[in-house]
């Protein structure tokens, strides 16, 4: 007898209303004044031997806000063909403050991992892994 190895289970593209390659750019003003731009891009990619969509947003604050608040952010999302999330990843600067997190799904497993950094010093490392159904559902 051969051994059992198990299944990967099938997964059912949902329909989308966007196509790889496309990108969103926007200007934020406020009282009349540039505050921000904001940019947005959806691709095709493989993560984990599996294939996803990979969103990727940048912002950061523009003109006078900078003297007043200085913010850029990084985010990535990849979601599985069935719209499952698989994993998001942001990076951030708040002012003089640098932050990073990376949040990992399994769906097959109801597994979620986080971990954290914050000015270059991992301040909280969680690799814990929890039920967490409702992410998957």
């Known amino acids: 007898t051969e051994p059992l190895t198990p299944s990967k289970p099938q997964i059912i593209a949902k329909e989308v209303p966007w196509k790889s390659g496309e990108s969103l750019r926007y200007q934020v003003s406020a009282?009349?004044?540039?505050?921000?731009?904001?940019?947005?891009?959806?691709?095709?990619?493989?993560?984990?031997?599996?294939?996803?969509?990979?969103?990727?947003?940048?912002?950061?604050?523009?003109?006078?806000?900078?003297?007043?608040?200085?913010?850029?952010?990084?985010?990535?999302?990849?979601?599985?063909?069935?719209?499952?999330?698989?994993?998001?990843?942001?990076?951030?600067?708040?002012?003089?403050?640098?932050?990073?997190s990376l949040e990992q799904y399994f769906p097959e497993q109801s597994k979620y991992y986080v971990y954290k950094k914050k000015n270059q010093v991992v301040e909280k490392e969680e690799t814990k892994a929890f039920e967490y159904p409702a992410l998957y559902s």
Do not use: M
Request: hydrophobic share 35%; proline share 0%; glycine share 8%.
């Open 31 to 100: 009282i009349g004044l540039d505050a921000a731009e904001i940019n947005l891009q959806v691709s095709k990619k493989d993560l984990r031997g599996e294939k996803a969509w990979h969103f990727s947003v940048k912002g950061k604050t523009t003109g006078f806000t900078t003297k007043v608040f200085y913010y850029d952010l990084k985010a990535e999302s990849f979601l599985r063909e069935d719209l499952k999330s698989l994993q998001l990843q942001t990076a951030s600067f708040e002012g003089d403050t640098q932050k990073q």
